[in-house]
């Protein structure tokens, strides 16, 4: 596509559901991200994915938080037994390469979670 | 750990004025780029200008410059002749695997 999609745009659910959040990236794009913003705050990285792999998977919360990618293209985030502060915007990211020189991240609109 | 800082929570700046945001970040690495990135309330992040840290010279994008010193690794950016659609979040981003965001400033333009 002509820029990173992410899907849903919206979604609310349950304290202690689980939930998918979608991104695919440009084609082509080797690298995806996924960053978290609090409301009000910065982008929290979460991980990333160079291909299908995933070199640092540092920022994930805890042990509910996985995230996939299939094909070197659509990545998937999955949130299990979802918590009231797992309540953000999640951000998806592409970019041609990974590492300090590389020269543009990609971002899409995100996904607005709130769990009530 | 990659730091980013930006100091100021919120500016102000009246219309067709001129603002400066301020960033500051620590890197160990010696070949990098630097970002200016704005989200306005559509939450799409908007690359505004960017800085290849072996270049001397300051970039600029139309309205927009840096004003990149890299011995102090201090990257601020400077917006001439405020506009109201520049009203936004700004994040300094910082170099690495993974790029490292400062947590914002919010900018309001006054009319």
């Known amino acids: 596509g002509a820029g990173v999609s992410q899907s849903p745009s919206n979604k609310v659910t349950e304290k202690g559901k689980d939930v998918e959040l979608r991104c695919d990236p440009i084609s082509g794009h080797t690298a995806l991200y996924w960053y978290r913003q609090s409301l009000g705050q910065g982008l929290e990285f979460l991980i990333y994915?160079?291909?299908?792999?995933?070199?640092?998977k540092s920022g994930l919360p805890s042990d509910r938080f996985s995230a996939e990618r299939t094909g070197g293209s659509v990545s998937t985030l999955t949130i299990q037994r979802t918590q009231q502060e797992d309540s953000a915007v999640y951000l998806c990211?592409?970019?041609?390469?990974?590492?300090?020189?590389?020269?543009?991240?990609?971002f899409g609109s995100g996904t607005q979670l709130s769990v009530l | 750990a990659q730091t980013v800082t930006q100091s100021q929570p919120e500016m102000s700046v009246q219309e067709a004025e001129t603002v400066t945001l301020s960033c500051t970040y620590d890197t160990s690495e010696s070949d990098y780029y630097l970002f200016w990135y704005k989200q306005p309330p559509s939450r799409q992040m908007i690359l505004v200008i960017r800085q290849e840290a072996y270049k001397q010279q300051n970039a600029t994008e139309n309205r927009f410059s840096v004003n990149f010193q890299k011995a102090a690794k201090s990257f601020s950016l400077k917006i001439s002749d405020s506009q109201l659609g520049d009203a936004a979040m700004y994040f300094c981003a910082a170099p690495g695997e993974k790029l490292t965001f400062g947590t914002g400033t919010r900018l309001t333009i006054i009319p």
């Open positions: 994915f160079q291909g299908n792999s995933a070199p640092d």
């Open positions: 990211a592409s970019s041609t390469g990974v590492g300090p020189t590389n020269e543009k991240l990609f």
